[in-house]
């Protein structure tokens, strides 16, 4: 089982704090998960997050190796049990890969169903350090922000 360490607003609860724990080890994950993000505009009160540091394809695999071909829908409930265990249904989940190469991936609980099912089939390994991907719902793919392009999928998926 891999280590995730998690945080969030540090204006959550105890309660959120073990809410956030019980969501992550429902879903076979081990994570820290501790209250350590501060946000400095006025608009923090829109904002909710989770920031998840740990290996991007070993989250991803968590949620592929229980569910099948159910992955995505195992994810897309995760990412809304989160929010709403934080009694914030628009938390977004910040996925920041620690193997070395800095990439990040912001889920968030609004994409379509095909977004879900597409982050399976990434190749993040063909990223530059530092990249961050995001989905465009107007062009229905996941894209490298920095470079502009989409990020291209796995051989063989």
């Avoid at 089982?1 to 879903?27: G, K, N, Q, T, W």
């Avoid at 229980?66 to 990412?79: I, N, R, S």
């Avoid at 977004?115 to 530059?128: H, M, N, V």
Wanted: avoid cysteine; charge should be negative; aromatic fraction near 8%.
């Amino acid at each position: 089982m891999r280590l995730f360490e998690v945080a969030i607003e540090r204006s959550a609860s105890a309660d959120e704090l073990a809410d956030v724990r019980a969501a992550f080890a429902d879903a076979g994950l081990n994570a820290s998960v501790r209250a350590s993000i501060e946000f400095k505009s006025a608009e923090s009160d829109a904002i909710a997050s989770l920031l998840v540091i740990g290996p991007i394809t070993a989250f991803l695999s968590a949620f592929a190796g229980a569910a099948g071909k159910d992955a995505y829908h195992a994810l897309k409930t995760f990412v809304a049990r989160a929010g709403r265990r934080r009694h914030r249904p628009n938390t977004s989940l910040w996925l920041q890969d620690s193997t070395g190469t800095h990439i990040d991936v912001v889920v968030g609980p609004d994409l379509p169903d095909n977004a879900y099912r597409a982050i399976f089939e990434l190749d993040f390994t063909s990223l530059p350090s530092g990249a961050s991907v995001h989905y465009d719902e107007q062009i229905g793919k996941w894209m490298n922000v920095f470079e502009a392009k989409p990020v291209p999928r796995r051989p063989g998926s």
